[in-house]
């Protein structure tokens, strides 16, 4: 490494103060708003990136599962009860079923102890996974997931079928292009929003949750989650830039806003 690029990188440190806690590499030497999911840059942390323990208890219930998830100080082993503000909310919970059937997107409440809560309704026993997001106050983004069963699960399902074709939601016809994914690598995924009877761009998209628009992407074995928001702001499509770590077959969820409404669209597609 030459002199040159070491003190450019000393530069960048000094000068970036800010930084957006779900993309990280967007960072600057003043307040502005990201420039992928819009979120206001927040003061960046010190440099310490230890991974904070959670545990997570499911508890069956008559409509579902009662979840609780106690987040743990890395040093101390003391509950942590103070979050940084990600996306309007401390905590961002994501649950989905093994058979892309069910899918949903919380927010846990905090409870007096520390520990957070959210009853959870599921369509039928069986395996779920949980992927929860957050960032403790002086720490790093944190993302926590774990699969947890019913009462009563049968066994596993098989692979949930291919279902990569566009879907009619709530007026609007949404289409995937996921031509370029590939196993291991980033790569664009371009979403295409119509009107469903015109055929006409949509371009009233509101923002929600921080962002412009939401994608999870889940593998079927409900052992890899991704989320994450769009890049760009072409009228009538969102550009996504997922990071897929193998290939597979994975369970869509793409999440967006008009009119105060929020259409959740599934797709499930295989990656090369």
């Given at each position: 490494m030459t002199a040159l690029v070491i003190k450019m990188l000393a530069a960048l440190l000094v000068i970036a103060q800010f930084w957006c806690p779900m993309h990280p590499d967007e960072r600057a030497d003043a307040r502005r708003a990201c420039s992928i999911c819009g979120m206001q840059l927040v003061p960046m942390p010190p440099a310490a990136f230890a991974t904070y323990p959670v545990d997570l208890r499911a508890t069956t219930t008559l409509a579902g599962a009662r979840l609780r998830l106690t987040v743990r100080h890395p040093a101390t082993n003391a509950i942590v009860r103070r979050y940084a503000i990600v996306h309007e909310r401390p905590m961002h919970l994501f649950v989905v079923g093994d058979d892309a059937g069910f899918f949903a997107h919380d927010h846990p409440v905090q409870q007096s102890d520390g520990v957070f809560m959210l009853d959870v309704t599921l369509p039928h026993p069986g395996a779920f996974m949980a992927i929860a997001e957050f960032l403790p106050e002086g720490g790093t983004p944190q993302t926590f997931q774990q699969?947890?069963?019913t009462a009563g699960s049968p066994a596993r399902r098989p692979p949930p079928a291919l279902d990569a074709g566009a879907k009619l939601a709530d007026g609007v016809r949404v289409a995937l292009d996921a031509s370029q994914l590939r196993g291991g690598s980033s790569a664009?995924?371009?979403?295409?929003?119509?009107?469903?009877?015109s055929g006409a761009p949509v371009n009233d998209i509101e923002p929600y949750l921080g962002a412009r628009a939401h994608l999870f992407a889940i593998s079927s074995d409900l052992t890899e989650a991704i989320h994450g928001h769009p890049d760009g702001a072409r009228t009538g499509a969102l550009t996504f830039v997922p990071l897929l770590p193998r290939p597979g077959r994975y369970m869509i969820w793409l999440?967006?806003?008009r009119g105060g409404q929020v259409s959740t669209v599934p797709f499930v597609i295989d990656v090369p």
């Open positions: 699969i947890f069963t664009p995924l371009v979403v295409t929003i119509e009107d469903g009877t999440q967006f806003q």
